[in-house]
């Protein structure tokens, strides 16, 4: 563990950003899981980010109780354009940090190390001190300049997780779509879920009918 990371009688504590992809359910979804576990979320939302939550989940402002009803208390929200809060130092403790969904636009300057708003100097500080960055990248179909982004992030460290479900265990809804993303994406950051998402629960499943 390095002398940045939070300690072991330390809540989990875990960055969260919001740009302008469609996908506004994937990070509520990730928001109330993370919350429900007791995770500590700070939370960053680009302005692009606040348009798709209003535009996409009706959610007007970035409030905690709006976010994760029941669980306010473990969410700190930080102004998007803050690049002097918190999270923006390499010096506050956390165990990792999510962009979800991550535009094309937040993807190519986190990977040229641009920092325009709180969302991308959060993850570059996350990059720099060697804590898990996840990117969870919404576009389809994506052109060489983001296959580009991706692979310097990946080279820097960071894991670009694109927001495509698996269909496998035969979903029933949408949410059940967004479930199997969100679960991925804790799985990642190295939170304990119980969601249905894994493969064996489908060969276990075969095996009963069979």
């Avoid at 402002?61 to 130092?89: F, K, M």
């Avoid at 390499?90 to 979800?100: A, I, K, L, N, P």
């Avoid at 959060?122 to 898990?132: D, F, I, N, Q, S």
């Avoid at 949410?175 to 190295?190: K, P, S, V």
Wanted: charged fraction near 25%.
């Amino acid at each position: 563990m390095s002398e940045n990371s939070p300690s072991p009688s330390d809540p989990r504590r875990i960055v969260v950003g919001i740009t302008g992809a469609s996908g506004a359910a994937y990070a509520v979804r990730v928001i109330q899981l993370l919350a429900a576990g007791g995770v500590e979320v700070h939370l960053a939302c680009s302005d692009l980010g606040r348009r798709l939550l209003v535009e996409e989940m009706g959610i007007t402002r970035v409030d905690p109780e709006q976010l994760a009803p029941g669980h306010a208390d473990r969410i700190v929200t930080h102004p998007g354009n803050d690049v002097g809060a918190a999270c923006a130092s390499g010096s506050f403790r956390h165990d990792g940090m999510v962009v979800v969904p991550c535009s094309s636009s937040s993807l190519a300057k986190i990977s040229l190390g641009i920092t325009d708003n709180l969302v991308q100097r959060a993850a570059l500080v996350t990059l720099k001190e060697r804590r898990p960055l996840v990117l969870a990248h919404r576009e389809s179909p994506v052109g060489l300049p983001e296959i580009e982004a991706m692979r310097r992030v990946t080279e820097a460290g960071g894991i670009v997780a694109p927001l495509s479900p698996g269909l496998y265990l035969n979903p029933d809804s949408i949410e059940d779509l967004i479930d199997f993303m969100a679960g991925r994406i804790l799985d990642l950051l190295g939170v304990s879920h119980d969601l249905r998402i894994r493969w064996d629960e489908r060969l276990r499943e075969r095996d009963k009918r069979s």
